[in-house]
């Protein structure tokens, strides 16, 4: 089975405070995908990467930023956290659309609280 | 940006019912998929459509996809209390080689036992 892992389910930071959120995925999926999900809003995409070191925005990139050093692992950092950016973040990958294949698997979501 | 808008927000019903949920979109696609997603939790996916299928089948699931009227359902038959969830649709457009999916609002559904 896939698993998708995120370093945390909960999590409470500081306004100003950065913040990292590392997602870990098994299946040597090429595609991985950061997304937050908020009530009446639905899931949005921030960003997300096709290859080791590449990276594109999603819909809602700004006060956030992305890192994929390895195939396995992409983490979410927000630079300076603000309360507006308290949600649950979700994690997903997927193989690569050359394979015509689309299903994301998603991580069980880490829900940030910013004070 | 959000494409798919299900319809009903929100289904309660009694086990052993039928639940019909409903998803429409604004621009042609690839492909649509279901995803549930339990309370607090990640969403798993459910069943994929191409635009070139009408129906599809697994298990309980029936979904079916008219291009027409860009309109997709997703049917649970003999629905049972651990099918309380929320059920997202979601699209994959043509546009570039991407796969995004945009997901829309879902639907909550509550199976009372």
């Known amino acids: 089975d896939v698993k998708v892992t995120q370093s945390s389910r909960y999590l409470v930071k500081r306004t100003g405070e950065k913040v990292f959120l590392e997602c870990v995925q098994d299946?040597?999926?090429?595609?991985m995908f950061w997304y937050r999900q908020d009530p009446g809003l639905g899931l949005r995409l921030i960003y997300f990467?096709?290859?080791?070191?590449?990276?594109e925005k999603g819909d809602i990139p700004e006060g956030y930023s992305v890192s994929r050093e390895k195939k396995e692992r992409f983490s979410l950092i927000l630079e300076s956290a603000s309360t507006n950016q308290t949600s649950m973040y979700l994690c997903a990958s997927s193989f690569s659309w050359d394979r015509r294949t689309y299903e994301q698997y998603f991580g069980p979501g880490t829900r940030l609280t910013v004070t | 940006s959000q494409q798919g808008e299900e319809d009903p927000q929100a289904l309660s019903i009694q086990e052993g019912e039928n639940a019909t949920m409903n998803c429409s979109y604004k621009t042609s696609i690839n492909n649509l998929q279901w995803y549930r997603q339990n309370s607090g939790r990640g969403l798993v996916h459910l069943i994929l459509i191409r635009s070139n299928e009408r129906e599809k089948h697994s298990g309980r699931l029936r979904v079916t996809l008219d291009t027409s009227k860009k309109s997709s359902s997703l049917l649970i038959t003999a629905s049972r209390a651990a099918d309380t969830a929320s059920y997202f649709c979601?699209?994959?457009?043509?546009?570039?080689?991407?796969?995004?999916?945009?997901f829309g609002q879902g639907t909550t559904l509550q199976v009372k036992p």
């Open positions: 979601a699209t994959v457009g043509f546009s570039g080689n991407t796969g995004k999916l945009i």
């Open positions: 299946m040597d999926h090429e595609n």
């Open positions: 990467s096709y290859d080791v070191k590449m990276k």
